[in-house]
């Protein structure tokens, strides 16, 4: 009886002390940070990031108030070329259960314009998303198109 005891108690304890990766993964918390963009494609695989000669890549900040603040790019996406930096503030919410970020203009703003994407994979340190609808300000809506991010 004593055996079976230490049996379960050691249960017990191994399963509250390991953590569960995907719990931590699928949680609004994984977001918070910053994030470059590496990859925007068509489905066809064709590329929508703009090219900048300086070499300079989207960067995302998701913060625990639910506030993104973007450095984007502004140029061509079919020549390299020089590209104008542009600041834009957003709010944001995440649902883990459908995997769904949405993006808002901020509250104040005058816009109720929301932009949907839905996050198709996921890492510690990378997420791939896949644009479901929407439009808001500065950001890209072809069908179906996906984006990489990566922790900085």
Partial sequence: MKKIFNILIS?????????????????ESYLHGSW????????TGENLL????????PSYTFTSNNELNTLLWIGSASTVGACQS????????YNPDT????IT???????????????????ENRFKTKYISG???????????TTVFERQ
Wanted: aromatic residues 6%; proline residues 3%; charged residues 15%.
């Fill in 11 to 27: 249960l017990i304890i191994i399963s509250c002390s390991n953590s569960d990766d995907s719990n931590n993964l699928n949680s």
């Fill in 36 to 43: 470059k963009v590496t990859a925007m494609n068509k489905e």
């Fill in 50 to 57: 703009i090219l900048c000669s300086n070499g300079e890549l």
């Fill in 86 to 93: 542009e600041i834009v503030f957003y709010d944001y919410s």
């Fill in 99 to 102: 995997k769904i970020l949405t």
């Fill in 105 to 123: 203009n901020p509250a104040g703003s005058g816009s109720s314009a929301e932009y949907k994407t839905q996050i198709i994979e996921m890492s």
């Fill in 135 to 145: 439009n808001v300000s500065m950001q890209t809506t072809v069908p179906n198109f």
